[in-house]
């Protein structure tokens, strides 16, 4: 019933496209044209050969935060910048319910992936948890979804109950560089250590910016047993 209800919908009002505002026709459920969906890049160099941080001269290897000091896991590539359209679809993604974003956010990281490697001596995927609170408001971990899609693509097993999120921390937006490390200090828990041990893992978040989570997650799993932590997200904050 509520399918023909939403097709009679865009028949007579067409949805906006959340971009471009744009009408479209069919799909209300991805909410963005298709226009907006192929404008959609992925990150090129120069960036920081560490923590993928776009950089801004051609010349340039690492940002000025990783020539300070180096976070825990070897790097961090991300499949586009945390801008424009990309921003607009992990914000539906992840706040607004639409879950079946998820497949073609996933689409955008595998096509990253392909075209730059990355996962090279790769045994495991596992996706940063989020809180039991916001899983239950949420109703689904949307890095989960992504991690997921990365697994089933390229063959690789996700494990799911390994990092376990033992506390809902602050929204790392709202704070400083420095807050962020000590909101997410103490976050993380790990249980089963013995499925990850030796293994390079690839941790996948949707969203890194100071790297703090990443770095959290990182020294947990590897003083747990896991050889090595190498880091994949949807997007890389500016
Ligand atoms: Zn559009
Ligand atoms: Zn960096």
New binding site residues.
């Given amino acids: 019933m509520r399918n023909i209800l939403t097709n009679i919908l865009d028949v007579f009002f067409p949805a906006n ?6 009408k ?1 026709k069919i799909d209300r459920k991805v909410c ?6 192929n ?1 959609l890049k992925t990150i090129k160099e120069p960036f920081c050969v560490y923590c993928g941080k776009q950089l801004s001269m051609p010349n340039e290897h690492f940002c000025a935060d990783c020539t300070v000091s180096r976070l825990s896991f070897v790097d961090n590539r991300s499949a586009g910048v945390y801008q424009g ?1 990309l921003k607009e679809a992990l914000y539906e993604f992840k706040y607004k319910g639409k879950k079946r974003l998820g497949k073609y956010l996933g689409e955008f990281m595998a096509a990253y992936l392909k075209e730059n490697g990355g996962l090279e001596d790769i045994d495991l995927i596992i996706p940063v948890p989020i809180s039991e609170s916001k899983l239950e408001k949420r109703e689904y971990n949307q890095t989960e979804i992504l991690a997921d899609y990365l697994g089933k693509y390229f063959e690789i097993p996700v494990i799911k109950d390994v990092l376990i999120r033992t506390k809902d921390t602050l929204a790392q937006y709202e704070l400083s560089r420095e807050d962020r490390f000590k909101n997410v200090n103490g976050a993380f828990d790990i249980k089963n250590p013995v499925k990850i041990k030796w293994a390079c893992i690839l941790l996948v978040d949707d969203l890194l910016t100071s790297g703090a989570t990443a770095d959290e997650c990182s020294k947990m799993l590897l003083g747990s047993g896991a050889s090595q932590i190498r880091v994949f997200t949807l997007a890389r904050g500016l």
Avoid at 17 to 22: D, F, L, Y
Avoid at 32 to 37: L, N
């Fill in positions: 496209c959340k971009v471009c505002g744009k479209m963005f044209c298709a226009e907006c969906w404008s359209v």
